[in-house]
């Protein structure tokens, strides 16, 4: 299933991810592994590893040769700690909230605990290059436990977020500053809105700069294999203008065969809205008007569509075949690569 992710079998990428797939971490993985990732998975590009307190959730999971599941609490130390059950909603931290919203009743149980660069050391991970987060306020909590793996291997990061939320739990300032001065990237946002009115939460997702892996203190061989897995991820996300910048800012050690696929996988397909800008955001809109009268404003929120809603639509991606196509698509990605460098010798 090469096409899965635009990798061709046989060619020069394919080769550098050949020798060990990467590893998927979704924490908090009621119902498996995050859909948004299975393209990795499906793809023979990644094998998924879940978390999963809750019990009652854990026994519905089931292990493939390509996922395999812990029924662990994550955390930023070894031990136990107190899980309060719920469904998929269970909390390490009490639901007040909810319960006087909702009326909810949780069941406090206790669970064991581990932390993500424990579990690296301890052989149990092999290694980390995706990592979702949806812990229930739990995240920055899980994130201070993988402090090593964040700086080291993580590449993508997906994470639920509140944007009112109490310091220590899930506050996106604090989640997006850590995740920034571990050399990530914010490139997507769905956001819910509160019943109040105006934001409360959502999921984000970061990307892992090229730059940040070309000053780390490892070999050449390494840095290379770690921007072709960032390219096959921000390709899988269906960043295409991200992998061409990867690919000129990997340029130092990357083969020329490997910058020459990635150029190519670049300039594969692009994104409709790009080539034709003036009516979209008008028929957008006029969509999302249509869309609220029939189904009401809850449906403005991040629960629809689920799996995409972090991601491009996957039906407004075309294959580049025509000429005035692939010129208007190469230069938006000149045009953003000579940004995103410009903005990079700013901040140096």
Not at 114 to 137: F, W
Request: proline share 4%; charged share 20%.
């Amino acid at each position: 299933m090469a096409g899965a992710v635009g990798l061709k079998d046989g060619g020069a990428l394919r080769q550098v991810l050949a020798g060990s797939s990467m590893t998927i971490v979704d924490a908090g993985c009621a119902g498996g592994i995050d859909p948004v990732f299975l393209p990795l998975v499906d793809g023979k590009l990644a094998i998924g590893i879940g978390f999963e307190a809750n019990a009652d959730e854990f026994r519905k999971l089931r292990d493939t040769p390509a996922t395999r599941y812990y029924n662990l609490a994550l955390s930023d130390r070894k031990g136990s700690l107190t899980f309060n059950a719920l469904g998929t909603i269970g909390s390490v931290h009490q639901r007040h909230d909810r319960q006087q919203q909702y009326g909810e009743v949780y069941q406090p149980v206790e669970v064991a605990c581990n932390s993500l660069d424990q579990l690296c050391d301890e052989g149990i991970l092999p290694s980390i290059e995706v990592l979702k987060l949806d812990v229930e306020g739990y995240e920055s909590t899980v994130l201070k436990g993988a402090s090593r793996a964040l700086a080291q291997g993580v590449l993508c990061v997906k994470a639920e977020f509140g944007f009112h939320a109490e310091t220590g739990t899930n506050r996106f300032s604090e989640l997006h500053d850590l995740l920034q001065s571990q050399g990530f990237r914010l490139f997507g946002l769905a956001l819910a809105n509160a019943a109040s009115g105006g934001y409360h939460s959502g999921d984000a997702l970061w990307l892992k700069a090229p730059e940040a892996i070309m000053s780390m203190p490892i070999e050449a061989t390494e840095k290379r294999n770690r921007l072709v897995r960032l390219a096959a991820i921000a390709f899988m996300l269906r960043q295409i203008d991200y992998v061409a910048i990867i690919a000129e800012t990997g340029a130092g050690v990357l083969s020329a065969a490997e910058k020459s696929e990635l150029d190519a996988l670049a300039i594969e397909t692009c994104f409709i809205p790009n080539l034709i800008k003036s009516p979209f955001p008008r028929l957008a809109f006029a969509f999302f008007l249509l869309c609220q009268l029939a189904l009401g404003r809850t449906h403005g929120t991040k629960a629809a569509p689920k799996v995409n809603r972090l991601v491009p639509l996957r039906p407004l991606f075309v294959a580049v075949r025509l000429n005035w196509m692939r010129r208007r698509h190469v230069e938006r990605q000149k045009t953003r690569l000579r940004t995103y460098l410009h903005s990079e010798r700013l901040k140096a």
